[in-house]
C-alpha cells in the first residue's frame, strides 16, 4: 500500500472522530445547561399535623428549583427540630418559616393564637343546629337571649359580630374530605375584651352561634329584640290581613221598597 494514502487516510479518520467527539461533547453540554438549579430545602418526610412538635425523623432534604425559593425556608433540619407546625404539612413538601409556631409557644392549640388574642371556649345549646356546617376556620356571630329575671322582659341581643372559630369539638382543621362532625363546644378566637363579654353573656344567658357567609366581613348596628318588638310585629302583619280581607269581601247594599227588596254587592 502506497504509505502516503496511508498517512491521508489516517489524517481524515482523526479528523472525522474529532469531529463526532466535539459535537457530542456540545450536545452533552447543552442538555446540562438546560437542567435547572436546584437547592436542597428541608422538608417534611411524612404528614405532619398542626400543632405537632416536629423530630429529626419527620424531617428530610429535597431538592427543589432554584427558581422558585420556598419563603423563609430553612436548608439544615436541625433548625427546625423541637419547634410547632401551625399548619398541615404533607409528605415532601418543604417547610416555609410562616408554618412554624415562635419558639417557645407551646403545642396543641396555643400554637394557634396570635399575640394579643385569646382563645374562648363556649357551650351553647343550640350550636348542634349549626354544627353540621361549622368548621375550624368559619365565622359567626354571637347572640345572646337574656333571662326574663327580676321583672325584666327575656331578649335576644347580637354581642360579637364576626368572630373566627378555632375549633369544633377537639378538632383543630377542617376535615380533608368535607364530612361534617356534631359539637357542642366551640373555641372561638377573642380579644381579651371580647372574651370577657362572651363569659359576661354566658353566665346572664343562653349564647347561640350564628353561621357567617365566608366573605362576609361586614358590621351592623345590632338592636335587642324582646317580646314586645315580636307582638308588635305580629299585631301588625293581623292588622294588615284584616284590612287585606275586608278590602277583598267589598260593600253588600241592601234596598228595600214597599214591599221588594234586593241585595246588591260591590267589591
Known sequence: MNPRRLVIALLIALLLS???????????????NLRPKTR?????????????????????????PDALPVPEGFTRTEELVGRSV????????????????????????????????????????????VAGFLFPGSHVDVLVTFRGDAGLAPATQIVLQDVEVLTTGQSFEPDPQGKAHSASVVTLLLTPQD???????????????????????????????????????????????????????????????????????FE
Open 195 to 265: 372574651a370577657q363579654r362572651v363569659v359576661l353573656a354566658g353566665s346572664q344567658g343562653n349564647i347561640q352561634l350564628v353561621l357567617r357567609n365566608g366573605g362576609d366581613r361586614g358590621l351592623i348596628d345590632p338592636v335587642p329584640i324582646d317580646l314586645a318588638a315580636l307582638s308588635r310585629r305580629q299585631h301588625g302583619a293581623g292588622e294588615r290581613t284584616s284590612a287585606k280581607s275586608s278590602s277583598q269581601q267589598g260593600y253588600v247594599v241592601e234596598t228595600i221598597i214597599g214591599d221588594k227588596h234586593s241585595t246588591d254587592r
Open 18 to 32: 474529532g469531529g463526532m467527539t466535539f459535537f457530542i461533547s456540545r450536545k452533552v453540554v447543552s442538555r446540562s
Open 40 to 64: 436542597r430545602y428541608v422538608a417534611a418526610s411524612k404528614p405532619i399535623q398542626a400543632g405537632e412538635i416536629l423530630k429529626a425523623e419527620s424531617l428530610t432534604l429535597v431538592d427543589w
Open 86 to 129: 401551625i399548619y398541615p404539612v404533607a409528605s415532601g413538601q418543604p417547610i416555609p418559616g410562616g408554618y412554624l409556631a415562635a419558639p417557645g409557644s407551646g403545642i396543641g392549640l396555643t400554637v394557634k393564637i396570635p399575640e394579643g388574642m385569646r382563645a374562648t371556649a363556649v357551650r351553647s345549646d343550640e350550636v348542634i343546629g
